[in-house]
């Protein structure tokens, strides 16, 4: 049976091949809902979760395309659309810190990569998420991913990836006030450390261990606690929230 014909929710997941991501896709598949997964470049990643997925049952479809370029996030929504027809719920997780250390000791390259992915394409896919809610007179939701950085500006750590997850947070806020006449709902969820490749792709792997230290609960997130709070803001039970982030810091 197809989307269309049961009705399952269409949700797209930006980075929804690992880490929080592919635990939210796990989840909204035991939900019922239909996936279009984005990712950049770890095909063996997203086919792995894809078959998962598909033996479980959930119609799924995988869309390599580099997000921090216009023709990507013009490619992964129009295979979304050309496959499903709409879209009812976007996820917009797919980020990156790449580098960990003070700012004065980061590369003005590695700087610019990390806005563009976190913030500028953040935007971007935000726009076209309620754009194409806007055409379909779909009430649908956005999920924007910012961080605790957003607020605590990680010092000596990524003040530059902070600040961009600031800029979300404002996105959330306004463009929720911007659609919500329209029955659209944005929201945000702000991770603490969370227990994924993130760090490791940014040179220090034990990072969760690390921050522990100074996290009330004790320890890292795992993700599925993250994918659960997205999970919510999707469902009707959430009808009342906009334009707003939920913090998931263990106290932090
Ligand atoms: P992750 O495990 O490293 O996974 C990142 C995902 O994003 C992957 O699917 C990756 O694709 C995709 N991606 C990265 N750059 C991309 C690009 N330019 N174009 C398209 N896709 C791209 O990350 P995570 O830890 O789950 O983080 C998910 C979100 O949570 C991010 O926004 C991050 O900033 C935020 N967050 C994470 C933590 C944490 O401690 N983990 C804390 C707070 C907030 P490939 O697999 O192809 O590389």
Redesign the pocket.
Known sequence: MSAAENHAPVTLI??????????TARRLAAAGHTLV???????T??QALAAELAEAGTEVLVV??????DA?IDT?FTAALERFGHLDNVV??????LHIGPLAETPSDIVREVI???LT??VLVARRAVREFLAAETPGVLVN?????ARNGSPNTYVH?AAA?AG?DALTQGLAAEVAPHGIRVVG???????????A?AGEAD??KK?AARIPLGR??E?DE?AAAIAWLVTPDASYTAGTTIRLSGGA
């Open positions: 930006t980075g929804g091949t690992r880490g929080i991501g592919a635990a997964l984005g990712y950049r470049g770890n095909t990643a997203a390599g395309a580099d997000l921090s370029t990507g992964l917009n997780n797919a980020g990156a810190t563009n992915i976190n394409s953040a991913v910012s961080s605790t950085a990836y997850k979300v969820v702000a991770p603490g450390t969370t227990m994924t490749d993130i760090h792709d990072r969760p921050a890292a997130a993700p993250i």
